[in-house]
């Protein structure tokens, strides 16, 4: 079986319970195609292995669809470089046969390795070109490539998920629940969940049959016109990408149960309707977008402003609330970071946001004319004191988190993590970012001050 498992072996193949099966399946049916040879005396190459990329000359006694054979042991073909692999195999197939051929297009197939997968069709027509029969085992030969795709995919997003929530900053330890890592099959099965949940809640406030547009991360449910939700929907992955890297997230994993639902609305009464239809909620004033969470789901609801970059970034905001929910864990940031995290991020995932020009004077004003920080430190959600006067909540948790990160972007990261994995907030401040909330407090008074 030495064939696939040797270059799958990085990948924690463990991992997942469906290898096993997948790896029986292939074995048997390359077996069917196997081909061999033997020398005497050997015959010596030179090849390329894959662990050090170091050249090693061996001699070799004997070959087959597991590998090369000699006094050094065996070498599996997933073993060799790509480039090595090919030419050895060569070197020791018979050309006329087609089954060699389909072998060899099956091995560079299977090859995690852009090369592999364009030469191996160059293989295959080689194949068929000395037997027309081979066809369909050509084909069965294709899908399982594709099948090993998916899997070496699977496997690496899964461990880039794992990997997210390890590596806690030192001394701390989970309280929290992590969210569980879903494979790709219960991903599917969680993306057709949330169509079937987001058509019945847009059910509720009135809209039949609504249809998304989906693209990798989103499932966008629009009223607005087509040629408008499609150069919106264009957008939206390459922001999801932004923001995660901006998080610090590793090339564009999905962190959401399926995919998140976002509802776009053509005016502030179609948003408050659904609000109060489907999610039971009585909206204030000057609300123009939220993000609900339920359990592990996300639903961004909205309504298009009328300015481009306002309605931006109230897409961006609403979202980081839905990434941040779905990040490590569900343990959310106090208010005043949940709030003033999701708008650094707003100003920063696009060019020409007016997030930092809408909220910095503002939030210069209120501590210039004596406004309390702390106060705004202490708002929550759940008490109602939340965003204050003015929503001015916004526009200091903003400069708070601005001013976290412009200072230390390590530490910040680390008070996240260690937020999520359960520890008080107040407490990773001081161990994970290195002041306490009061010294926070007074550096930021103090900072803007005399500084814009
Ligand atoms: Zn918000």
């Given at each position: 079986m030495s064939i696939i498992h040797t270059h799958l072996k990085p990948l924690l193949i463990a991992q997942i319970r469906t290898f096993a099966a997948v790896l029986a399946v292939f074995f048997l049916v390359t077996q069917a195609i196997g081909q061999e040879g033997s020398a005497s005396p050997g015959i010596r190459v030179a090849i390329r292995l894959m662990d050090d990329g170091r050249v090693t000359q061996v001699v070799v006694d004997k070959w087959d669809r597991v590998g090369i054979h000699g006094d050094f042991g065996t070498h599996s073909w997933?073993?060799?470089?790509y480039l090595s692999m090919k030419r050895t195999f060569q070197k020791f197939m018979?050309?006329?046969s087609g089954a060699s051929w389909l072998l060899l297009g099956e091995l560079q197939l299977e090859r995690d390795d852009p090369r592999g997968d364009k030469e191996s069709e160059a293989s295959f027509l080689q194949a068929l070109r000395r037997d027309p029969a081979l066809e369909s085992q050509i084909d069965a030969a294709r899908g399982r490539g594709s099948e090993v795709d998916r899997l070496r995919e699977e496997a690496a997003r899964i461990e880039a998920a794992e990997q997210l929530r390890e590596g806690l900053p030192a001394g701390v330890t989970w309280t929290a629940r992590p969210w569980p890592v879903l494979d790709d099959a219960q991903q599917a099965q969680a993306v057709i969940e949330m169509r079937e949940d987001s058509q019945a809640l847009l059910e509720e406030a009135g809209f039949e049959n609504a249809q998304p547009v989906e693209t990798r991360y989103f499932l966008v449910y629009s009223a607005l016109p087509a040629r408008e939700t499609a150069s919106l929907v264009r957008q939206l992955d390459g922001m999801y990408l932004k923001v995660t890297e901006l998080l610090g997230i590793p090339g564009g994993l999905n962190l959401f149960w399926g995919k998140a639902s976002i509802f776009i609305c053509r005016t502030s009464e179609e948003f408050r309707l659904i609000e109060a239809q489907a999610f039971k909620n009585m909206v204030t004033p000057g609300v123009i977008g939220l993000c609900h969470q339920r359990g592990p789901k996300v639903f961004v609801n909205t309504f298009r402003a009328q300015d481009d970059l306002q309605f931006a970034s109230t897409l961006v905001h609403e979202t980081v609330h839905g990434i941040m929910h779905r990040f490590i864990s569900p343990v959310r940031l106090p208010t005043w970071a949940d709030e003033g995290f999701a708008e650094y991020v707003a100003g920063r995932s696009f060019r020409g946001s007016p997030v930092d020009s809408n909220r910095r004077p503002q939030g210069l004003d209120f501590i210039r004319s004596g406004g309390d920080v702390s106060s705004v430190v202490d708002m929550s959600y759940q008490d109602g004191s939340w965003p204050g006067e003015q929503a001015v909540g916004y526009a200091v948790g903003y400069l708070l988190c601005t001013t976290m990160i412009r200072e230390n972007p390590g530490g910040f990261a680390d008070w996240v993590r260690a937020v999520k994995a359960g520890k008080d907030w107040k407490s990773a401040l001081e161990d994970e970012y290195g002041v306490s909330s009061d010294r926070l407090v007074s550096f930021v008074r103090q900072w803007h001050l005399t500084n814009d």
């Open positions: 997933g073993a060799l470089e018979d050309r006329s």
